[in-house]
């Protein structure tokens, strides 16, 4: 009798296996044609490693085929690693002008940063980085810079 609960056991693992690839499929072919797929606990993380080679392009096509010019990507979720991606110059005029001191970078920020970008403009918070910004301004604004700043991104 115990061999016979044995095996029913066995069966019911392999349905509610069976079960979960089925599911999976059917979210896979349901949201085939959407431009990044949000798997169940993956999130949107599959999708990105398999473009890491061509991220920058990825991510443009994904921003491209979206209805908004702004999407949030979600990662797997036991990281709890969502990111907000935009590409509407006025989502981007207001975080880095209008309200930047709404987006405090925190000390964590700081401290990886620091190592490698030292005492740029990117590890500035709110006041300094306004002072810092109306100085760099005039250089960004002169005619020489702007040519130089075309024919390089050329």
């Not at 606990?41 to 392009?57: E, Q, V």
């Not at 590409?87 to 401290?111: C, E, T, W």
């Amino acid at each position: 009798m115990a061999i016979v609960m044995t095996n029913i056991g066995y069966l019911e693992l392999f349905l509610v296996f069976l079960g979960f690839l089925l599911l999976l499929l059917l979210h896979w072919h349901q949201s085939r044609n959407l431009p990044i797929v949000n798997w169940p606990l993956l999130g949107m993380s599959p999708g990105l490693l398999c473009n890491a080679h061509r991220i920058h392009d990825y991510v443009t096509h994904c921003l491209t085929q979206c209805s908004t010019p702004t999407f949030e990507f979600r990662g797997p979720w036991f990281t709890n690693n969502n990111l907000l991606i935009t590409s509407d110059p006025a989502n981007v005029h207001y975080m880095l002008i209008k309200h930047f001191s709404n987006f405090q970078k925190g000390s964590n920020f700081k401290r990886i940063f620091h190592q490698s970008l030292g005492d740029a403009i990117f590890v500035y918070e709110s006041d300094s980085w306004a002072t810092l910004r109306r100085s760099i301004q005039s250089v960004l604004k002169d005619g020489r810079f702007q040519q130089l700043f075309v024919k390089t991104v050329q």
